[in-house]
């Protein structure tokens, strides 16, 4: 492989890096602690248990910085996991949608979408699925579980 | 006799055609998504429990219960046919069982399997019968100390028995403890880490963060197309078993379904850590333990008899003392949680149903996967064929409107598009989701118990450990620590000496 050599630093960065944001995170949980009030032992304030959690995320994200974590740990950032981004956008605007239009024109578009381009599946196929399933989750959801979802651009409102 | 009335009334439940209906249909959605690699049974079960919610509570349990220990059955088949390990516990068969269908005896494997994993499933359904209620009346007498040391040695053996580093699995298991505390603060109402966001003084749903961070990140993390194909797939052949072949497994699955019972009790010991340890054992005790790794069926009976009973036998703590014990028994204590029924040590006095039910309605789960597993065999392979992307549009639909209907709550869907990041990002860094989903189920019981416990003991932290049961669970916790700390230690250094030997050994020769 010829990006063997590559591969050793950006694993470790990574775990650095992640373990850098613990760290952060634990201390950010020990502030907050403190400003929720700590309390005593005898009574224990809203405070005291953030702060143990706190602590302990600190001391393990320590022992996470001190270590090198075995490069099988975790997978590598690769070309395609920029796909996330427009899948976690799609799935962003569909819940504004949902919330505008109901579940029918969005339902069928976000199936499309990850059918047709994520999924690189061909048009009849991205379409029929995307109107069967659309369909079917219509029918468990509103018609036979009784889910208000928000009035239907295309069926109205119940 | 009393258990044997209780028997029958569970089985009364069991058999109601609505639960008979959901038995089958949980094995048999377990077995499809253990077929299928990259969707396991967490974040079936997560993806499920909107539906779960219209359901009477023992039919939701059973359901899920279904899907669990179906999914182990399912496994084996992509293990043993394709190298392809439906879900982590079946990655061991994978070993021999696929040089054993390369010999042309994948049907015995499949065999062997189905039959084992059957005894298993059943040996442990009598265990629980027998262990449950005792330990139900003893854990009666549990107070606030108890309940957090229990909670805490969970967490850690959790997190300790885990795949990845342990030190990895911590954070995991404290990301999750962090989580629990958004909301109001339990005791006395003060809002914590809310960010000033309206929507999350109610504190994280649980059904939601476990959507995302199984359902959503699961399937972001398929998106880089990390799927093998059904092509080089192996003849099935013979399927049952010859009487040579049950006569050299019935050692191995005697051993993994006692074994496989005792580890599910222990957190974290359900599935891959069972199938794990029984393959090491029938390793060691083989006389031939060269032909392991080489289509040995005894590395195939064992650790899928130790999987099935460990994954019924991991309900135990569930039932009796209210902690589920990994992840996918949280994602089942949510389920509960959302039926309104809180798990406890009175759960089997106070839903008998539920519990009975539960166990009479594994019986019958096992005999229809016993039943159905091997004559569909060849129908379950073919569904590899369909589409990952066809999977991953569906699942995503399903996942967004189905987490919209628990509480008709759109907050509830940025909850989930959050989570999937996360569950995303911690895959791609090694973090274990599971940790964190039974760390978060955990946080609020382990909270109010530990400032109970303070407010009883006057604030002596000395509480933990001065009484009785707490104490010789912390106690054991730790033992068990060292021990195994120092156990590798001992070990790695006696692999070293012995390399040393045969090195030298070879260069006397």
């Given amino acids: 492989m010829a990006e063997h050599t590559g591969t050793t630093r950006p694993q470790w960065t990574k775990n650095r890096f992640a373990g850098l944001i613990f760290l952060l995170a634990g201390l950010a949980v020990i502030l907050h602690a403190f400003a929720l009030s700590i309390g005593s032992w005898q009574e224990p304030g809203p405070g005291m248990w953030p702060l143990v959690i706190g602590v302990a995320l600190v001391l393990a994200s320590v022992a996470v910085l001190s270590q090198r974590i075995d490069a099988a740990e975790g ?59 659309t369909a079917v989750f219509y029918v468990l959801f509103v018609l036979a579980l009784g889910v208000p979802f928000p009035d239907d651009v295309l069926l109205g409102g119940r | 006799m009393d258990i044997l009335a209780n028997l029958a009334d569970g089985f009364a439940v069991a058999f109601t055609p609505v639960n008979l209906l959901y038995v089958v249909v949980g094995v048999s959605v377990g077995m499809v998504i253990g077929v299928l690699p990259g969707l396991g049974p967490a974040a079936t079960i997560a993806l499920l429990l909107p539906i779960t919610f219209g359901l009477e509570s023992a039919t939701a349990i059973i359901m899920l219960a279904g899907i669990y220990y179906g999914a182990y059955y399912g496994g084996t088949i992509t293990s043993v046919l394709l190298r392809l390990p439906g879900e982590a516990a079946s990655v061991v068969t994978a070993i021999d069982g696929y040089q054993m269908a390369r010999q042309g005896r994948a049907g015995a494997a499949l065999g062997i399997s189905a039959i084992g994993s059957f005894i298993g499933g059943l040996v442990a359904v009598v265990g629980m019968v027998l262990i ?116 050299r497994s019935s050692g191995a699955i005697t051993r993994g379904s006692l074994m496989g019972f005792l580890i599910g009790v222990l957190p974290g010991g359900g599935g891959v850590v069972s199938s794990l340890t029984s393959y090491g054992i029938e390793k060691r005790v083989s006389k031939q333990p060269e032909r392991f790794g080489h289509g040995a069926i005894q590395g195939v009976a064992g650790p899928e008899t130790a999987n099935n009973a460990s994954s019924t036998s991991a309900f135990i703590p569930l039932l009796t003392l209210g902690l589920p014990s990994n992840g996918v028994l949280a994602l089942i204590f949510g389920a509960l949680l959302l039926q309104g029924v809180t798990p406890g040590p009175d759960l089997i006095t106070a839903h008998p149903d539920i519990f009975w039910g539960v166990i009479a309605s594994m019986v019958l789960g096992n005999v229809v996967l016993l ?74 019981i382990m909270e109010t118990s530990f400032r109970q416990s303070m407010l009883i003991s006057n604030g002596d932290p000395a509480v933990f450990v001065t009484r009785p049961v707490s104490g010789t669970l912390l106690g054991l916790a730790l033992l068990v620590l060292c021990w195994s700390v120092f156990g590798k230690a001992i070990g790695r250094r006696r692999k070293a000496t012995e390399e040393n030997g045969t090195l030298t050994k070879t260069e006397a020769e």
């Fill in chain 1, 75 to 133: 997978e590598e950032f690769t070309p395609r996991s920029l796909l996330a981004v427009p899948a976690m956008l799609s799935l962003y605007v569909f819940v504004w949608a949902f919330s505008l239009l109901g579940s029918t024109v969005p339902g069928f578009l976000l199936a499309l979408f990850w059918l047709k381009v994520l999924g690189r599946r061909s048009w009849p196929i991205s379409i029929v699925v995307s109107v069967v399933a």
């Fill in chain 2, 132 to 247: 449950a209620p005792p330990l139900a009346d003893f854990a009666v007498g549990f107070g606030p100390p108890e309940y957090v040391a229990l909670a805490a040695v969970g967490l850690l053996l959790v997190t300790y028995l885990g795949t990845r580093s342990f030190s990895m699995s911590i954070v995991s298991a404290l990301l999750g403890l962090f989580l629990a505390l958004i909301g109001i603060d339990p005791i006395a109402g003060t809002p914590r880490f809310t960010f000033g966001i309206e929507e999350l003084r109610d504190g994280l749903n649980f059904v939601p963060v476990a959507m995302g961070l199984f359902g959503i990140g699961e399937i972001l993390f398929n998106l880089e197309g990390r799927y093998g194909s059904a092509d080089d797939r192996a003849k099935v052949g013979r399927i049952l078993p010859t009487r040579d072949d049950l006569r």
């Fill in chain 2, 371 to 444: 039943v159905l597993n091997l004559p569909l065999v060849g129908v379950f392979v073919q569904l590899l064929k369909v589409p990952i992307e066809v999977l991953a549009a569906l699942t995503v639909l399903i996942t967004m409107v189905g987490v919209f209907s628990v509480r008709n709550n759109i907050f509830d869907m940025y909850v989930v598009l959050a989570f999937g990041a996360l569950g995303y990002l911690m895959r791609k860094i090694g973090l274990e989701p599971g940790p964190l989903v039974l760390a978060f189920v955990l946080g609020p």
